[in-house]
């Protein structure tokens, strides 16, 4: 008496490839999206006083100061790096002057436009902004 195997049933091509797609998947785990690297800003770490004040004082030789170097030299007296002032960053400290630079600006009859360009913003923010250090200054 021969011995029987039993027969199997011809499977197609896409199917097999699908069962081993579900057997990898078991075996590896679902994949797993890139992580995006998004940079942090880092603030500088505080320089000597007399640094600062050098910066300053350049500054402030200037016969008449443009609206970008006007924050500049108001973020060197904020001891906050420009490039943290105009950037995305969130944090209150940073937000609370960066809206009192935008206000500042605006009282030299600067556009909201212009202002915006400055802080990478729109000027709706520096409009709400200007608001917002008016209705602090009066009550």
């Given at each position: 008496?021969?011995?029987?195997l ?9 199917i ?7 057997r ?9 999206p ?5 940079p ?7 320089a ?57 600006l ?15 913003r729109?000027?709706?923010?520096v ?13």
């Open positions: 008496m021969l011995l029987e039993p027969q199997q049933a011809a499977i197609s091509e896409p097999y490839r699908a069962a081993v797609l579900v990898r998947r078991n075996l590896l785990g679902k994949p797993k890139p992580k995006v690297y998004v942090k800003p880092k603030l500088r770490a505080p000597d006083d007399h640094v600062w004040a050098y910066r300053a004082y350049r500054l402030q030789q200037r016969p008449r100061l443009t609206p970008t170097e006007h924050v500049k030299l108001r973020c060197l007296e904020l001891r906050i790096p420009f490039a943290v002032m105009v950037g995305p960053s969130r944090v209150r400290s940073i937000t609370e002057h960066r809206h009192l630079l935008m206000w500042e605006r009282q030299r009859k600067m556009s909201l436009p212009a202002i915006a360009r400055i802080f990478s729109d000027h709706t923010t409009l709400t902004s200007c608001r917002k250090i008016e209705m602090e200054k009066a009550q």
